[in-house]
């Protein structure tokens, strides 16, 4: 019992972590984080979706079950080139003003 209330505080301490930094952020690498997350998400949607509708119809196409397999691994890479962009503009932002 112990164990599950100091891994949920643990958990806890971790989300609030990370509350404070995104929100001590400068303004353009939120800027950043804020356009590009539902962008990417919103793409990652429709090709998740394209690539299901191709599965379950009848004529289905192994050029596009690869290109949409190929949008859905390029939607998750530029997310997280996003993130790490946005994390390396703020420490190099906050090391110049410094």
């Given at each position: 019992?112990?164990?599950k209330?100091?891994?949920s505080?643990?958990?806890?301490n971790?989300?609030?972590?990370l509350n404070?930094a995104v929100?001590e ?7 950043m984080?804020k356009?590009?997350?539902?962008v990417?998400?919103?793409?990652l949607?429709?090709a ?8 379950t119809?009848?004529?289905f196409?192994s050029v596009?079950e ?5 949008l859905?691994?390029n939607c998750?890479?530029?997310m997280a ?10 420490i190099?932002i ?5």
């Amino acid at each position: 019992m112990e164990s599950k209330q100091n891994n949920s505080s643990t958990k806890l301490n971790v989300l609030k972590l990370l509350n404070s930094a995104v929100c001590e952020m400068a303004e353009f690498p939120k800027k950043m984080l804020k356009y590009a997350t539902p962008v990417t998400l919103t793409l990652l949607a429709v090709a998740t979706a394209l690539f299901v509708a191709n599965k379950t119809s009848n004529n289905f196409s192994s050029v596009f079950e690869f290109t949409t397999t190929t949008l859905i691994t390029n939607c998750i890479f530029v997310m997280a080139e996003f993130i790490i962009a946005s994390l390396a503009i703020d420490i190099f932002i906050r090391k110049r003003s410094q």
